[in-house]
T-cell receptor
Framework: GAVVSQHPSRVICKSGTSVKIECRSL??????MFWYRQFPKQSLMLMAT?????????EQGVEKDKFLINHASLTLSTLTVTSAHPEDSSFYIC????????FGPGTRLTVL | GDSVTQMEGPVTLSEEAFLTINCTYT??????LFWYVQYPGEGLQLLLK?????DKGSNKGFEATYRKETTSFHLEKGSVQVSDSAVYFC???????????FGSGTRLLVRP
């Protein structure tokens, strides 16, 4: 099946810094990528839908200025958590859509 | 809005036992229904899906039937293996947006 990678797999940062997470579709081109956030023992919550070459569409309640999404190519989308705070600590998962959604392994963000 | 409810885990079974993980949904239209599986350290993988009422999705011995009258999509397997230990997510997608709405996940632990 299609492979989606995320980098880094884990990141620890200080409060107030920004963190960038990359999501790549390795063997297919994805016009649409999705970013999810998963809290412990909870469901995946869709944060935004990202289409190549256009602005991301954010779900209600997601701060677009805090979670910057860029989908500059058909194989790469990035999520930047700006001015991160401890409440932003979470597991972030991306997916890329070909004929179905293929998920990356996730990135564990810990903000100290 | 649309939502998915699945049984809380963890579910602990002995090898070769019968598995049922309940999933019910709420949707305004006619969604497609999915089961995803997340093995330790890996991304979510599509296990099976059904796109209309009375469809049965099946894969790797797992089955689920789209029941419109009970708004359910319960996952079943006749004989589980230790290798089935994972977290299972029920999800729905409605319309052409391809957005997925997930249940909270159910952890399955199969003991030898």
């Amino acid at each position: 099946g299609a492979v989606v990678s995320q980098h880094p797999s884990r990141v620890i940062c200080k409060s107030g810094t920004s963190v960038k997470i990359e999501c790549r579709s390795l063997d297919f081109q994805a016009t649409t990528m999705f970013w999810y956030r998963q809290f412990p023992k909870q469901s995946l919550m869709l944060m935004a839908t990202s289409n190549e070459g256009s602005k991301a569409t954010y779900e209600q309640g997601v701060e677009k200025d805090k979670f910057l999404i860029n989908h500059a190519s058909l194989t790469l989308s990035t999520l930047t958590v700006t001015s991160a705070h401890p409440e932003d600590s979470s597991f972030y998962i991306c997916s890329a859509r070909e004929f179905e959604q293929f998920f990356g392994p996730g990135t564990r963000l810990t903000v100290l | 809005g649309d939502s998915v409810t699945q049984m809380e885990g963890p579910v602990t079974l002995s090898e070769e036992a019968f598995l049922t993980i309940n999933c019910t949904y709420t949707a305004t239209g006619y969604p497609s229904l999915f089961w995803y599986v997340q093995y330790p350290g890996e991304g979510l993988q599509l296990l099976l899906k059904a796109t209309k009422a009375d469809d049965k999705g099946s894969n790797k011995g797992f089955e689920a039937t789209y029941r419109k009258e009970t708004t359910s999509f319960h996952l079943e397997k006749g004989s589980v293996q230790v290798s089935d230990s994972a977290v299972y997510f029920c999800a729905l997608s409605e319309g052409s947006s391809y957005k997925l709405i997930f249940g909270s996940g159910t952890r399955l632990l199969v003991r030898p």
